[in-house]
């Protein structure tokens, strides 16, 4: 087998078919570079060799019995919120650490049913809460880009595998940025779905209203089809979207002719980093090449979503955390003296500072006498947030700008100034507010560094947004180039 694979997984996939490799083969070519490679990167957790080729060898008899689909034998990577059967799921938590999921999430399911093989467990921030990977018990992720910088977060453990080659397609979540946000600092393409089309049974729960897993790869086109594997109604999830199965590959070749494009006036401001500015404009101007219109737009409460965001996600997150309370489950103080002590040890020593700090910030907003001021004011922004984008969506189709306000930082750079880094999810979070479609896929470098620009589209428009960045994929090959280490 030829060590330069093809990056696509419908390549990949190809190969499978005409018999090129076997998924058993392909599996030890993944495993074999996580072996050599990972060290210097940390983006997985725990790794699951053995059981891979196991299911690498179910995948290719599938195959040979003529059951083959068009993910079958393809490997990926598994951010370690998802939990799996027998399988460590810490959400890279002390509280975790010695967690072995009883069940497989629904995700993960569906992943195994369309014959995908589980690569490992990748690394993350804690109960991914975070933007740079840096929150994480078991440690910082580099950048395969420059490893002294951030990938990204919080699921930047997937966002390094897939860019590092380690493996072609991953999972992540997005809260408020988190699969978008790792996609655009490593130079990958990323996916976060309509909020209610990825079922969150077996997701770990960070702020249940906000939270959406999604796929990570190469391209719009990979995106597409994990989508199809990963999306559906369930009945486990009462948040589930019932709505009919559909083919997210199925408007990849739409014309781009006629889409309206919207750019929104309050993401192009002077927060923005010039060189970013300028490939999101190169990119739109690409777009229009092919024939879509561009207008500008407004999304006049853009400014109040960080607000809302940081006093929503942290109420969500303090009443789904009150679980982990050392006598249920997780981990436990030793020797505690009594009751009180079994849950302030157990909560002290199990959650790391970031997750204390959402904790608090979240209880206070919760509490009486303050919950009319923050929880239900920022409930109400939401609303207002959402009625921008309805209105801007009866004139455009899809809205671009770009997924983050610089390119990867130096690790280290903001971990002792939490509002610097929060300020960074100023593009991303307003999508999980309203609940909207949002991908980010790669629009050039700065510096040496990639660059994501941010589509984001109405309610269930998934398959026309990822028809539209595959398009300028077509016409651009930002999503091909690989970090020079790690070709
Ligand atoms: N960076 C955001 C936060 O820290 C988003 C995290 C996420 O999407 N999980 O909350």
Known sequence: MSDTLPRSVASLAAGLARGEYSSVELTRHYLDRIAALDGALNSFITVCAEQALAEAAAADAARAAGHAGPLTGIPYANKDIFCTRGVRTSCASRMLDNFIAPYDATAVEKLRAAGLVMLGKTNMDEFAMGSSNESSYYGPVANPWDLARVPGGSSGGSAAAVAAGLAPLATGTDTGGSIRQPAAFCGISGLKPTYGRVSRYGMIAFASSLDQGGPMGYSAEDLALMLNALAGFDLRDSTSIERADEDFTRLLDAPVAGLRIGLPREYFDDQLDAGIRACVEAAVKTLQARGATVQEISLPHMSLAIPAYYVIAPAECSSNLSRYDGARFGYRCADPKDLTDLYCRSRGEGFGAEVKRRILIGTYALSSGYYDAYY????????????????????????????????????????????????????????????????????????????????????????????????????????????????
């Open 376 to 487: 239900r004011k920022a409930q109400q922004v939401r609303r207002l947030l959402r009625d921008d984008f309805m209105q801007a969506f009866d004139e455009v189709d899809v809205i671009i700008g770009p997924t983050t306000p610089t390119v990867a930082y130096q690790t280290g750079a903001h971990s002792k100034d939490p509002v610097t880094m929060y300020l960074g999810d100023i593009y991303t979070t307003a999508a999980n507010l309203a609940g909207l479609p949002s991908l980010s896929i790669p629009a050039g470098f700065v510096d040496g560094l990639p660059v994501g620009m941010q589509m984001t589209a109405a309610h269930f428009d998934e398959a026309r947004m990822l028809g539209l960045a595959h398009q300028y994929q077509r016409d651009s090959d930002w999503h091909l180039r690989a970090p020079a280490a790690f070709t």
